[in-house]
C-alpha cells in the first residue's frame, strides 16, 4: 500500500500560480504511475499524469500549456505547476498512483483544496 499526502492547494486570483505536491510514502517501488485528479462534478476528472520511471507526461486538453506535472524521485514527490488559472480551476485535487499500466489508481490522498477567484 501506498500512503499520499497532498500539500500547496489554497486561494489565488484568477491568473495567478499554485503548486501542488504529493508526498509518497509506504510500497512507492510498485509504482508504475502517478496522476492528479480534481473531484467535481463526479466522477473523479483526470488533470495530468506521469510514468513514474520514464518522466512521460500526460495532460487534460482543459491544463494543456498551463499546468506542468513533475516528480523526484529522491523525495518520492510528485507536484503540480499551476499557472495561468482560472475560476472554472477551483475544485479539490487528488494526488493517486497506479500500480501497472492496466490497473486501477488504488491509492488516492485525502485532498487539497484550489480556490480561484474572478
Known amino acids: 500500500q501506498v500512503q499520499l499526502v497532498e500539500s500547496g492547494g489554497g486561494l489565488v486570483q484568477a491568473g495567478g500560480s499554485l503548486r501542488l505536491s504529493c508526498a509518497a510514502s509506504?510500497?512507492?517501488?510498485?509504482?508504475?504511475?502517478m496522476a492528479w485528479f480534481r473531484q467535481a462534478p463526479e466522477p473523479r476528472k483526470f488533470v495530468a499524469g506521469i510514468?513514474?520511471?520514464?518522466?512521460?507526461?500526460y495532460y487534460a486538453d482543459s491544463v494543456k500549456g498551463r499546468f506542468t506535472i513533475s516528480r523526484d524521485h529522491a523525495k518520492n514527490t510528485m507536484y503540480l505547476q499551476m499557472n495561468s488559472l482560472k475560476p472554472e480551476d477551483t475544485d479539490v485535487y487528488y494526488c493517486?498512483?497506479?500500480?501497472?499500466?492496466?490497473?486501477?489508481?488504488?491509492?488516492w490522498g485525502q485532498g487539497t483544496q484550489v480556490t480561484v477567484s474572478s
Open positions: 493517486a498512483t497506479q500500480g501497472s499500466p492496466t490497473g486501477a489508481f488504488g491509492s
Open positions: 509506504g510500497r512507492t517501488f510498485s509504482t508504475y504511475a
Open positions: 510514468n513514474w520511471s520514464a518522466g512521460t507526461t
